[in-house]
């Protein structure tokens, strides 16, 4: 039944929306996923709560933010296609908003587990003193991982980063002074001197370190200090933007610094502060 209703959804939007292959690949790959967590196959009992437990399970497997959104659009659209070809009753699933969303996605660190996690690498290693290194980075600054992985020895210096972004956009940010005896430790006592290569981040072969060596090394680092979140890179960049607004900074200044080209996109760590503000009233109100 799900499979059928799926070729109509797809008939559909390619004959009278016009969308590419790719397009409708990308729908169907979510759909699926989607269909994984019903526990029934009649279309008639799908819920809210199937589509939240949809998006809690991309969390869990790390999926972005912009990731899980784009998965729940796709989904939404389906319901909606249903509605209309009345094969479902109500409007389920389609008066989910964004702060729902948001209560699921991203996962934030406390400052307490960022200490922890950047204590985590031994600095008397040369893989230790790297990952010190480049998780300092992320967190003082805000990178992205691919950021990170594209930094040359001459983009940083005592105060600034020169950081390429997304569409090849050159900004400049602030780097911290902890961050910067990290990199200057790596440099100092691992880095070989004698490695061809510009990059800043290397692995044991001397080439230019990729998000994958990154992301695993962040894994077993959070493992090890029993950190049980589902946490990427871009959860040290997430906790960086929470925990600069959650202490008063211009959420204009956050989006500079982030390399957002919108300020609607920075402005989901309104939602982020606003759930901890949430919390905090519930757990310590003495009637909440």
């Given at each position: 039944?799900?499979?059928?209703?799926l070729?109509?959804?797809l008939?559909?939007?390619?004959?009278?929306?016009?969308?590419?292959?790719?397009?409708?690949?990308a729908?169907?790959r979510d759909?699926?996923?989607f269909?994984q967590?019903l526990?029934?196959?009649?279309?008639?009992?799908i819920?809210?709560?199937?589509v939240?437990a949809?998006?809690h399970?991309?969390?869990l497997?790390?999926?972005a933010s912009s990731?899980?959104?784009?998965?729940l659009?796709s989904?939404k659209?389906?319901l909606?296609?249903l509605y209309?070809e009345e094969?479902i009753?109500?409007?389920?699933g389609?008066?989910?908003?964004?702060?729902k969303?948001w209560?699921?996605?991203?996962e934030?660190?406390?400052?307490?587990?960022?200490?922890?996690?950047l204590?985590?690498?031994?600095?008397?290693?040369?893989?230790g003193?790297?990952?010190?290194?480049i998780?300092q980075v992320i967190?003082?600054?805000?990178l992205r991982v691919?950021e990170?992985?594209g930094l040359?020895?001459?983009?940083f210096?005592?105060?600034?980063?020169r950081?390429?972004?997304k569409?090849k956009?050159?900004?400049?940010?602030p780097?911290?002074k902890l961050a910067?005896e990290?990199v200057d430790?790596?440099l100092?006592?691992?880095?070989?001197?004698?490695a061809?290569?510009?990059?800043?981040?290397i692995?044991?072969?001397?080439?230019?370190?990729?998000r994958f060596?990154?992301?695993k090394?962040?894994?077993?680092y959070?493992?090890?200090?029993g950190?049980a979140?589902?946490?990427?890179p871009?959860?040290?960049r997430?906790s960086?933007?929470?925990?600069?607004?959650?202490?008063g900074?211009?959420?204009?200044?956050?989006?500079?610094?982030?390399?957002?080209?919108?300020?609607a996109?920075?402005d989901?760590?309104?939602?982020?502060s606003?759930?901890?503000?949430?919390e905090?009233?519930?757990?310590?109100h003495?009637r909440?």
């Amino acid at each position: 039944m799900l499979q059928q209703v799926l070729q109509d959804f797809l008939c559909y939007l390619s004959s009278e929306k016009g969308l590419s292959q790719h397009t409708l690949q990308a729908y169907a790959r979510d759909l699926k996923g989607f269909f994984q967590v019903l526990k029934q196959s009649n279309l008639q009992e799908i819920t809210e709560e199937d589509v939240l437990a949809f998006a809690h399970k991309l969390q869990l497997k790390g999926y972005a933010s912009s990731s899980i959104c784009r998965m729940l659009v796709s989904v939404k659209i389906f319901l909606r296609f249903l509605y209309r070809e009345e094969l479902i009753k109500n409007e389920t699933g389609l008066s989910i908003d964004a702060p729902k969303i948001w209560q699921l996605v991203p996962e934030i660190l406390t400052f307490t587990e960022v200490e922890k996690l950047l204590l985590a690498p031994d600095l008397n290693t040369e893989i230790g003193a790297r990952d010190r290194a480049i998780l300092q980075v992320i967190y003082a600054s805000g990178l992205r991982v691919s950021e990170i992985c594209g930094l040359n020895i001459q983009d940083f210096s005592d105060h600034t980063i020169r950081v390429i972004g997304k569409g090849k956009k050159e900004r400049i940010v602030p780097v911290a002074k902890l961050a910067v005896e990290a990199v200057d430790h790596y440099l100092l006592h691992y880095r070989p001197s004698n490695a061809k290569i510009e990059a800043l981040f290397i692995n044991t072969r001397q080439k230019r370190i990729d998000r994958f060596s990154i992301w695993k090394q962040l894994k077993a680092y959070a493992k090890q200090i029993g950190i049980a979140k589902s946490i990427s890179p871009h959860t040290l960049r997430h906790s960086f933007a929470t925990h600069l607004l959650e202490n008063g900074a211009d959420l204009r200044v956050i989006q500079e610094l982030l390399g957002h080209s919108s300020i609607a996109t920075t402005d989901r760590y309104t939602h982020l502060s606003n759930k901890h503000i949430i919390e905090a009233f519930q757990n310590y109100h003495p009637r909440p």
